[in-house]
């Protein structure tokens, strides 16, 4: 039975305006939470956010490994979705890390070189087909199971950025609202999923020239569902998605 860091998803509370990005505060939140489980077990009450002193954010937050998992991809007509976990190493986090939608492709591209050089990460994906077989939401969730498997150090706990977490996990886990505006290391999975994504989306160009893929990456723009609907899809293309369900 998987254990849940926190009650709910958790979400920044509404006084808690400024990013929690620069603290590592969220991750921090998980490490009490972590360190409750041990001492109480499953049935231990989470602390609250408020209730927890700065002191005490500081001497938990390098006390276990947290890892942040993000996805990139759940919307689009054509190409995978991507998924990332990412441990970081607090000793060499960069200045710049925040939500890849903040960032542009340059600094997403300076950004994903450094966490693959200095931190531990796992990707995973689920192509096309998978997405048709088993519908977006579950093939999300498999595959941020998946970049979690694939990391070369098994995480203590785990941050998943939105309402869901997947099953079977090896650690307890967390669900994060806007997770990659508020957790450094889901950000930081954000970034790494969305610029492994981009590439991706370039090699399905090659392979499918005519509808744009490379220009929006999928997405449902009017020249892409316009070449859809003149060519039919690919099979890089989510069948089971609107217009190509339709043809």
Known sequence: ??????????RAAADRKKSCLPDMAVEALACARLMALQRNGPASALP???????????????RFAIAGVDEAGRG????PVVTAAVILNPHQ??????????????QREGLFEQLIANHTVGIAWATADRI???NIRAATLWAMAQAIAALPQQPDGVLIDGRDIPAGLP????A????????????????IAKVIRDRMMQICACDAPGYG??????????FHRAAILSKGGTRHHRLSFRPLRDL
Do not use: W
């Not at 689009?76 to 190409?79: C, D, M």
């Open 48 to 62: 609250l956010f408020r209730k927890i002193s700065k002191s005490d954010l500081k001497s938990t937050r390098h």
């Open 93 to 106: 986090i960069p200045v710049a890390l925040n939500d890849s939608k903040k960032l542009s492709a340059g």
């Open 213 to 222: 893929l490379e220009r929006h990456m999928g997405y449902g723009t009017e």
């Open 132 to 134: 048709d077989r088993m």
């Open 76 to 79: 689009p007509l054509a190409g």
């Open 176 to 191: 994060v609202i806007k997770g990659d505006g508020l957790s450094q290391s889901i950000a930081a999975a954000s970034i």
């Open 171 to 174: 650690c307890p886990g967390g």
């Open 1 to 10: 039975m998987l254990t849940q860091l926190f009650d709910s998803p958790y």
